[in-house]
């Protein structure tokens, strides 16, 4: 009979570690649907929204704009100088981390 009551509790030991999983993976989804949920919709910032932008050391280059743009919004005639990942000033694109010396006015 000592034998029976193990193997009895062995299962009802294996039914409740699979109903802890399932129930860890049901709370891990709902935290993920909640999350995705609670992110911003607003649409990416394209065009002249960007001549708002401050002016910070580490630069994301935005859709529409150059280096000259952004020296004359910067103050900072010297962008190619301190960023020599930039082989061609022509060649600046959306997403291109510059480095800048932001003018203290």
Do not use: Q, W
Not at 52 to 67: A, F, K
Not at 92 to 105: A, C, D, H, M, Q
């Amino acid at each position: 009979m000592a034998i029976h009551l193990s193997r009895s509790s062995a299962a009802i030991a294996d039914a409740a570690f699979c109903y802890c999983a399932v129930l860890l993976v049901v709370l891990i989804l709902l935290g993920s649907v909640r999350e995705y949920s609670s992110l911003p919709t607003e649409a990416p910032v394209k065009g002249n929204h960007l001549l708002t932008r401050p002016c910070d050391e580490i630069y994301v280059v935005g859709e529409g704009e150059t280096l000259h743009t952004i020296s004359e919004k910067c103050g900072d005639p010297y962008i190619v100088e301190l960023n020599p990942h930039i082989h061609d000033p022509d060649d600046v694109f959306p997403g291109l981390v510059i480095k800048i010396t932001p003018s203290r006015n």
